[in-house]
């Protein structure tokens, strides 16, 4: 990857005034886009389908009479289906739960199956699923919901309590596409090998790093895990994505609270900040994420009804995937020094280029998604820059605030807007089903994410010789590092 050093901590003699003004005029310039401009770009069209799940989901929460969702499956096996049409299409299964007041499920399910176009069809199930012959096409059905699925099935439109909906039957057991298959594995063996690179890269000095640099550390993590969740929650109720997308809401929580990653230590290279600081803060909120990721995802997401943070398996995907590498990487370099600073280049690359073609990849795979420009609209995009670019200018206003000099705040400023997005793909992709994510808002909220903050990334560089500016020495050790 690159070497790193602690030295650079130069006194900084330049005045700040000028550039806090600048600091302020970029946020003040956001902050309008966000709460004037915003809220009248958002194009009021709703999704094929969209209705009939929210009207479900209500019923499920208790919001409505429940009891719909069991009629649904009485009244659905009493079609006639050996005369239904039959067709096939590419779609994913959901589940609609039915939750109690404490947050347990019990009761009647719905299954349901959506194209890809958005349209929605409720799938007639027979009863006593679990005592099925496995050559039903229904049995290990739960085993489809995280992929994308070819379905076969009989399709009848019947009226119940006076809603008009469209049922599947299955014909065949949904075939999961192979692309979809090789995608998933793909993204995680990409975060799983990044993470063991990464490990590679540190050292025990990386973590010692707090004691001789404590400032910029404890400033670093407070914004990291302090300001970032904070500033989504603010902004994610200002716009109204708590109330009207909630698992958008999620997926701004999730971003902002995933640690750092190799982009930030790339970013704070090129940038010419404390590359030191950068990577022992990746390192540190790295191995504080398995606590502080589902924590907070838990605190700001507690007091909305249709959301269940799965916690246990958000813990699980963080040991399994992110700290059990980084520590398989770390003895490999400490086993094999030489092999591990030969192979560090290899793996650098790998987290950033793996990490752009599978977020392009998801994104083309998930194309259909962004028909839905009421929910992916410019008020979508610019919530995620915004909250990029407002936490990396409030990094540089706290780093300053407390006396930490440009060349730290650079790395500070940095670490506090770019993140690993790689891993809040995978940890969406992993959860979307069991909490019920059935626009895929969480992945779609990390992928948009990790393309933007490249964008932000490259701008904040380019603001630094303005707004950071550091002495020529410090630039000429930081090139040849």
């Not at 995802?297 to 992110?322: G, H, R």
Request: with cysteine; net charge neutral; hydrophobic share 50%.
């Amino acid at each position: 990857m690159y070497n790193k050093s602690t030295t650079g901590n130069l006194p900084n003699k330049t005045p700040i005034k000028p550039k806090i003004g600048m600091v302020l005029c970029l946020f003040t310039a956001i902050l309008f886009w966000m709460l004037v401009a915003a809220p009248f770009l958002q194009i009021a069209s709703a999704a094929p389908g969209e209705d009939t799940y929210n009207r479900l989901s209500d019923a499920a929460n208790g919001k409505t009479d429940a009891s719909v969702l069991e009629n649904l499956n009485v009244e659905s096996r009493k079609f006639e289906w050996s005369t239904a049409p039959e067709t096939q299409f590419v779609g994913n299964l959901r589940l609609i739960k039915n939750r109690n007041k404490d947050g347990s499920t019990a009761g009647a399910s719905v299954y349901l199956v959506r194209k890809l176009t958005g349209d929605l069809l409720i799938l007639s199930v027979p009863e006593n699923m679990e005592k099925l012959d496995l050559a039903s096409p229904y049995a290990n059905l739960d085993k489809s919901f995280e992929s994308k699925n070819l379905f076969k099935v009989r399709t009848i439109e019947g009226t119940i309590a006076g809603d008009t909906y469209t049922f599947a039957q299955l014909i065949e057991k949904p075939e999961q596409l192979a692309m979809d298959r090789l995608f998933k594995i793909c993204i995680i063996l990409m975060l799983f090998f990044v993470m063991v690179g990464m490990g590679m890269t540190l050292t025990t000095e990386d973590f010692a790093l707090v004691f001789l640099k404590p400032r910029g550390i404890i400033i670093g993590l407070i914004l990291v895990f302090g300001l970032m969740p904070l500033l989504a929650m603010v902004i994610g109720h200002a716009l109204g994505f708590y109330e009207t997308y909630p698992f958008i809401f999620v997926g701004l929580i999730l971003i902002t609270a995933t640690p750092g990653g190799v982009t930030s230590n790339l970013m704070t290279y090129y940038g010419k900040g404390d590359l030191a600081l950068s990577i022992s803060l990746t390192s540190f909120s790295t191995v504080l994420s398995i606590v502080f990721t589902p924590l907070l995802l838990a605190l700001y997401c507690a007091n909305m009804p249709e959301i269940s943070i799965p916690v246990k398996v958000v813990v699980q995907t963080i040991m399994i995937l992110v700290l059990i590498p980084l520590l398989i990487g770390m003895l490999f370099r400490w086993k094999w020094p030489l092999a591990a600073k030969k192979a560090t280049p290899f793996f650098s690359a790998l987290g950033i280029i793996a990490l752009l073609v599978l977020i392009i990849a998801g994104i083309l795979s998930n194309l259909n998604i962004f028909v839905d420009t009421a929910r992916y609209g410019v008020a979508f995009y610019g919530t995620i820059f915004a909250i990029t670019m407002i936490g990396m200018l409030l990094g540089i206003v706290f780093s300053r605030l407390f006396g930490v000099d440009n060349y730290q705040a650079r790395a500070i400023s940095i670490e506090t807007g770019l993140r690993n997005s790689a891993l809040a793909m995978t940890l969406a992709l992993l959860i979307q089903d069991s909490m019920g994510d059935f626009f895929s808002s969480m992945f779609v909220t990390a992928g948009i994410f990790g393309l933007v903050m490249y964008v932000a990334g490259v701008i904040s560089i380019y603001l630094y010789q303005y707004i950071l500016p550091v002495a020529a020495k410090t630039e000429a050790k930081t090139e040849a590092l």
